[in-house]
């Protein structure tokens, strides 16, 4: 195979560096003196998983621009920026690392503090995609499913808002819905019917987590999976 043909497949921290700043911009901005992070929507109006990844890649940014000695923050001052309590931010963190969007440093003299949480900079561009969609009020188009996709959006169950995707799926499948084994599609319109916009890679990745922490049984359907409470 011509290696110019391979070139398509390599992804360099560049690139999806200029990809991120575009997108990122609506949505953040950098002290100038400083490098702190400046939040352009209001903190109460978005969940702290949302919060945590904004001012990691805010500080990945202002870390580009030589503003900031390191590209990572402290659980601390993640808990001072956003205004939650620390033991709402170390949850997140954990479930963030586990799901690979955030990067936990260790031993790293000279490059990183131990203990502080970075973004994964190849994981940017579609967690900025995430948030950006998320903004957009869903309309009744994006959230109609057509009779082939799982008949009518009104089967869903109303469970609310979560701030914390794991307990959203949980509270999907632990509903009258949730009774017949769904596929991560199926989960992603129940979540979507609910005002809840996930990726689909933040909804497998979830998914797969809670199977693996023996949260969720799978069975096998064809070439793909349904979950269901075990």
Excluded: C
């Amino acid at each position: 195979m011509s290696k110019d043909v391979l070139k398509q497949l390599v992804v360099t921290e560049e690139g999806l560096l200029t990809q991120a700043v575009e997108k990122a911009k609506s949505l953040i901005a950098i002290e100038d003196k400083s490098g702190n992070v400046i939040l352009r929507l209001p903190k109460t109006s978005l969940p702290a998983r949302t919060l945590i990844h904004l001012y990691l890649i805010g500080t990945y940014f202002s870390h580009q621009m030589g503003k900031t000695e390191f590209p990572s923050m402290s659980p601390m001052a993640l808990s001072h920026a956003i205004g939650a309590d620390s033991s709402t931010i170390s949850a997140r963190l954990t479930e963030l690392v586990n799901g690979g969007s955030v990067k936990k440093t260790e031993k790293s003299p000279g490059k990183y503090p131990k203990g502080e949480y970075s973004i994964n900079p190849y994981m940017m561009n579609e967690l900025l995609d995430e948030i950006l969609l998320s903004r957009e009020k869903p309309s009744v188009s994006s959230l109609s499913v057509s009779p082939s996709e799982n008949g009518n959006p009104d089967s869903y169950p109303d469970i609310g808002k979560f701030d914390n995707l794991t307990t959203a799926i949980s509270n999907l499948l632990r509903s009258p819905w949730g009774s017949t084994p769904r596929d991560w599609k199926e989960i992603q319109r129940a979540l979507r019917h609910n005002s809840m916009i996930f990726s689909e890679g933040s909804v497998t990745g979830t998914l797969t987590l809670m199977y693996q922490d023996h949260r969720l049984r799978r069975v096998k359907e064809g070439r793909s999976f349904r979950y269901i409470i075990p």
